[in-house]
């Protein structure tokens, strides 16, 4: 049973920074991509940031130049470290992975991104 558990989350004032941390549990597979979705009140869940196995990354383009996405293939991790955060990045930010050589998709429970003064 593979799990992604996620940390790192809180509450930040505007124009702070964060640092949010993925790891698969329980995992003996590989992952083709691993990343960061959102979701705020009212709004559907969007992408973040992903990173594909080989070192390729896209992100939104509302978090490009404030956000970078890092990974560890070999560990299953996945680090999203955010700065210059806005009101506007309040979500919940999921962890997504899915596994290598499949469409198998796995997910966080989510952690919480506050940004308020």
């Known amino acids: 049973q593979v799990q992604l558990v996620e940390s790192g989350g809180g509450l930040v004032q505007p124009g702070g920074s964060l640092r949010l941390s993925c790891a698969a549990s329980?995992?003996?597979?590989?992952?083709?991509?691993m990343g960061w979705y959102r979701q705020a009140p009212g709004k559907e869940r969007e992408m973040v940031a992903r990173?594909?196995?080989?070192?390729?990354?896209s992100y939104a383009d509302s978090v490009k130049g404030r956000f970078t996405v890092s990974g560890d293939n070999a560990k299953n991790t996945v680090d999203l470290e955010m700065h210059n955060l806005k009101p506007d990045d309040t979500a919940v930010y999921y962890c997504?992975?899915?596994?290598?050589?499949?469409?198998?998709?796995?997910w966080g429970q989510g952690i919480q991104v506050t940004v308020s003064s």
């Open positions: 329980g995992s003996i597979f590989s992952m083709r991509s």
């Open positions: 997504h992975a899915v596994r290598l050589g499949t469409y198998i998709v796995y």
């Open positions: 990173i594909i196995v080989g070192g390729s990354t």
